[in-house]
């Protein structure tokens, strides 16, 4: 067995524990703790020393990382071969851990359901149902199969008939396709007249067809002013005007800098442009020279066998990336206006062509040629143009350029060309509507044409194939189902005969769960929980939405006793730790569970149960009757220790958080920064606790006992109080000391001493007061009771005094 946990270092809530407990872990132990002392990581530290068949390697590795809080000295050891990290040939134990790990891993990680299969061989069934469900699955299958196939030779004759009178077609329209559908007509969609009234049909739409190419000037017409473009100046001067301003030494490296600055400076302005193109195509003359062997300056025919090497080094380290992407921009601008200035030609050329064509149709086109505002841009293009070659032949040169005049006269253009698309959209618009559609009569003859291969692929009234066709389809479809229904009910039979479903689904009943059952489906990793509410037919998925807290902790707990009771072959060599297995469950099914896990797991070798619900660990200590088997601990603030007195029965944390009140008033020397998490806390649910046995009432409408505020405002009748002093409590000062307590507690008090993680601001001396107001509160009210409670804390103190 695990005697104890002898250190815990930098893991979660636990620094730098060492046992210090005065008996050892026993055979079933029970720990209480408040949520955030540590019993989660207390309950995970169990895992890390778990055999790897339980508790993978893989596991092992995050869950330590995401524990620990140094990362060097972070460890724990139970004794000195059983440690993690683990030592040389460490045999680890068969631990099974339930905690919120557990059910992440196995069952609900908050998002969706995931149960995995257990650890056992798979089992081959022979089942009767199944067979029987496989046989009417077989004979289904091929009868739909025949008539697949039946449905098939009418497709393949529908295919055949697209593609005899498309040839037709094509004889009369070459270079066009009959599109006829790929889908089997319904029965109505035939026609009632005959083949020859199709075929005397197809032959007048024909004739009419080519009586609309007497317009053909007319369609060409409309083609060329189709194919007119007018495209818009894109260009971006304000990037443009920020290219031209910078400088080469903006982008190049020091090296380049430092080149290009000295031998300008030195040659002079008039010359400078010769200088940067020796640069960059310098590495390239040096590089041709090496690889021919030469190793010569290809300008002076100097020896450089020496230092060719460091001279092509240096030369590509004078250009770097950045100064060839702005030196790659400037070209980009260039070619951009190279072409804009190209298109300005086409645009005129196109321009004075639709006006011709506006004036040839004039009567026809209902919006006529706009005015368009006269735009000079040419010449500054140009001049742009100009001021990016000087640029690209001195990149270090600034240039300066005027953006908003050449703006406006690019907004202005632009507004023309948008004038002239609207005018020849509209163009082709109208001359479309004044010519005979050729497009429609081609519809109609398609038509024709399509009823033509339908009343042929129908055939003979005894054939009627389509008709067959579509009875067939719904025997198919009717027939598909039935083989659907009959895989669901074989599906449904294998997750009656599934291990997992059928004992999760046994403990389920055991906990006091029975209005859903649960079943898993094969094949699937995620959401594989299937729920179904009695009386309700449709199956649920998605657990997130289905099941409460409560029945989702239910739900996993059960799974965890299905897995450890199926896996475990040897229980007195397998050690079992449940953390909290009650999270969210109501107070009726604390008892059961709580009688399950002693009927479950009392012949276990070991047990380790821990929780924060006092209620169930007074329902689960009675069961274990054996002193001598069984251990109680309580776990505080990352440390363990035996369970204080005042806490034995399990019954409330009353007597507990009373004791360390009145050891912090005691104490010469008390750990304020400790107690600064917890007193104010405890100080108020005494109070609350004392205050509602004394007048055992219930807040108005609220159907729970008053908080500290209700007693101080309204249950306490201070003026039938006794007119007594108790320390500085009395009838006068009782209702300020009060408030003065409440106030200090209020803000930090709600919730679990543990949650509260500083609170340095409560001067020491308050702390003090208040704890000593609180006994002495309780004192004035009832002194008998405060007695009692020194005798139960400090008997041999009290039977000293007697």
């Known amino acids: 067995m695990i005697k ?24 079933h132990n029970i720990c209480f703790g408040f949520n955030g002392s540590g019993k989660s990581t207390l309950s995970n530290l169990f895992n890390l020393v778990a055999s790897n068949k339980i508790f993978t390697q893989e596991q092992k590795d995050e869950l330590f990382k995401d524990l620990k809080t140094s990362d060097n000295d972070s460890s724990v050891k139970f004794k000195d071969d059983l440690t993690y990290p683990v030592r040389p040939n460490q045999e680890n134990l068969r631990v099974y851990v339930f905690n919120s790990n557990f059910i992440a891993s196995h069952v609900y990680d908050g998002t969706v359901g995931k149960m995995t299969k257990f650890n056992v061989a798979e089992t081959i069934l022979e089942d009767p149902t199944i067979k029987q ?145 020796w640069f960059k195509l310098g590495e390239s003359l040096l590089t041709i020279s090496k690889e021919k062997d030469q190793s010569i300056c290809p300008l002076c025919k100097t020896d450089l066998s020496n230092t060719i090497d460091s001279l092509v080094d240096e030369f590509a380290d004078y250009f770097d990336k950045s100064y060839l992407d702005f030196i790659e921009k400037i070209k980009i601008q260039k070619e951009r206006i190279d072409s804009t200035i190209l298109s300005l030609k086409t645009t005129q050329t196109n321009s004075a062509a639709i006006q011709a064509y506006g004036i040839k149709y004039n009567k026809f086109i209902e919006i006529k040629f706009p005015e368009l505002d006269k735009v000079e841009i040419e010449t500054d293009l140009k001049e742009l143009l100009t001021s990016i070659i000087e640029k690209q032949s001195n990149s270090s040169k600034k240039i300066i350029i005027k953006v908003e005049p050449i703006q406006k006269l690019i907004d202005t253009y632009n507004q023309n060309i948008d004038k002239l698309n609207s005018f020849k959209n509209n163009a082709v618009t109208d001359l479309r509507n004044q010519k005979i559609d050729p497009t429609k009569i081609d519809g109609e003859i398609r038509a024709l044409y399509t009823q033509l291969i339908y009343k042929e692929l129908n055939g003979t009234a005894e054939e009627n194939r389509i008709e067959n066709f579509h009875t067939a389809t719904s025997a198919i479809s009717d027939i598909a189902t039935s083989i659907s229904e009959l895989t669901d009910q074989k599906i449904q039979r294998l997750k009656e005969l599934k291990m997992e479903a059928k004992k999760v689904g046994e403990y389920l009943e055991k906990l006091g769960i029975t209005h859903f059952t649960i079943d898993l489906r094969e094949g699937e990793e995620q959401n594989n929980i299937l729920i179904k509410y009695k009386g309700f037919d449709e199956t649920k998925k998605r657990l ?129 920064e400790d107690a600064r998490k917890y007193l104010p806390n405890f100080v108020r649910r005494v109070l609350e606790t004392f205050f509602s046995f004394k007048y055992a009432q219930l807040a108005n409408n609220r159907g729970q006992t008053p908080g500290l505020p209700d007693f101080i405002d309204s249950v306490i009748d201070y003026d039938s109080l006794d007119d007594k002093t108790i320390g ?75």
């Open 544 to 672: 997130r939405n289905t099941l409460s807290e409560g029945e989702k902790t239910a739900l996993a707990f059960a799974y965890f006793m299905s897995k450890v009771t199926t896996e475990v072959t040897n229980k007195g060599q397998t050690i079992i730790v449940i953390d909290d297995p009650i999270s969210s469950l109501d107070d009726n099914r604390l008892y059961s569970t709580a009688f399950l896990i002693h009927e479950e797991f009392k012949d276990y070798k070991q047990l380790f149960v821990l929780s924060h619900n006092m209620l169930f660990l007074k329902y689960l200590n009675p069961f274990f009757k054996s002193k001598n088997e069984k251990a109680t601990f309580l776990i505080s603030k990352g440390e363990i220790d035996d369970l204080p007195a005042s806490m034995e029965n399990f019954q409330s944390p009353y007597f507990y958080m009373l004791e360390n009140i009145i050891n912090f008033r005691d104490k010469a020397e008390p750990d304020y």
């Open 728 to 802: 500085s409590i009395s009838k006068t000062t009782l209702k300020n000391k009060l408030a003065s307590i409440n106030k200090v507690c209020d803000n930090f008090s709600h919730g679990n001493m543990q949650q509260l993680d500083e609170c340095n601001f409560i001067p020491d001396e308050t702390l003090k007061e208040i704890a000593k107001d609180t006994l002495d509160i309780i004192n004035f009210f009832d002194g008998l009771h405060l007695n009692g409670i020194n005798e139960l804390i400090n008997p041999a103190e009290a039977e000293a005094t007697a």
């Open 133 to 277: 469900i496989n046989a009417d699955i077989d004979t289904k299958t091929k009868e739909k199969e025949s008539k697949e196939a039946d449905n098939k030779e009418i497709e393949d004759k529908f295919k055949e008939l697209k593609t005899a009178y498309n040839l037709v077609y094509r004889e009369h329209f070459p270079n066009r396709q009959l599109r006829s559908g790929n889908t089997i007509p319904a029965i109505t969609e035939l026609t009632s007249n005959t083949k020859e009234e199709i075929e005397s049909s197809i032959a007048q739409k024909i004739a009419e067809y080519k009586l609309s190419e007497k317009q053909a000037e007319l369609e060409s017409d409309i083609s060329e002013i189709s194919k007119l473009e007018f495209k818009k100046i894109e260009i971006d001067l304000v990037e443009l005007s920020s290219l031209l301003e910078q400088s080469a030494k903006e982008n190049a490296t020091d090296k380049l800098k430092d080149k290009i600055q000295l031998y300008q400076e030195e040659i002079g302005e008039v010359n400078s442009n010769k200088i940067e193109p």
């Open 4 to 27: 104890k946990i002898k250190e815990i270092k930098k893991l979660g809530i636990y620094d730098s524990y060492q046992w210090k407990c005065s008996k050892e872990f026993n055979r």
